[in-house]
C-alpha cells in the first residue's frame, strides 16, 4: 500500500505524519481518514481551493488534472507547478510527499 508523507503544518499536522493510501482514493479522503483535517469547503466536489496541497514527491503517479480542477488552481493561494486540489488527486502505487500550504482561501470561512 502506497505511503502519504505530510510534511510539517502548523496547524493541521504540526510534526508531519506518515500514514497509508489505499490506491483509487483521493488524497483528501486519505487525509481526512487518519485525523488531518485538511479544509475541504464544497465537500470534495471539485468546486473550490481550500484542499489545495503540493506535491513534492510522486506528482507523475497520480491521475491527469481536467479542465475544472486546472481552472480553479489557478484561483489558489500558493500556487506552484506541483500544486493540486487533494479532493481530484488519485492515489495510485507510488508513494507521496505532500505539503499543505500555509493558507487556504475559502470564501465562505471569510464572509465574502
Do not use: R
Given at each position: 500500500m502506497?505511503?502519504?508523507?505530510?510534511?510539517?503544518?502548523?496547524?493541521?499536522?504540526?510534526?508531519?505524519?506518515?500514514i497509508?493510501?489505499?490506491?483509487?482514493?483521493?488524497?483528501?479522503?486519505?487525509?481526512?481518514?487518519?485525523?488531518?483535517?485538511i479544509e475541504h469547503a464544497c465537500d470534495m466536489s471539485c468546486a473550490c481551493t481550500t484542499c489545495h496541497v503540493i506535491v513534492r514527491q510522486g506528482y507523475a503517479s497520480l491521475n491527469e488534472m481536467d479542465e475544472t480542477e486546472e481552472d480553479l488552481l489557478d484561483r489558489a493561494w500558493g500556487l506552484e507547478a506541483d500544486s493540486r486540489l487533494s479532493c481530484q488527486a488519485i492515489v495510485a502505487r507510488a508513494d507521496l510527499v505532500v505539503e499543505i500550504p500555509r493558507y487556504t482561501i475559502n470564501h465562505a470561512r471569510e464572509n465574502h
Open positions: 502506497p505511503t502519504i508523507q505530510i510534511l510539517p503544518h502548523a496547524a493541521l499536522c504540526p510534526d508531519g505524519k506518515t497509508d493510501a489505499a490506491p483509487g482514493t483521493s488524497v483528501c479522503e486519505a487525509l481526512l481518514e487518519n485525523g488531518i483535517e
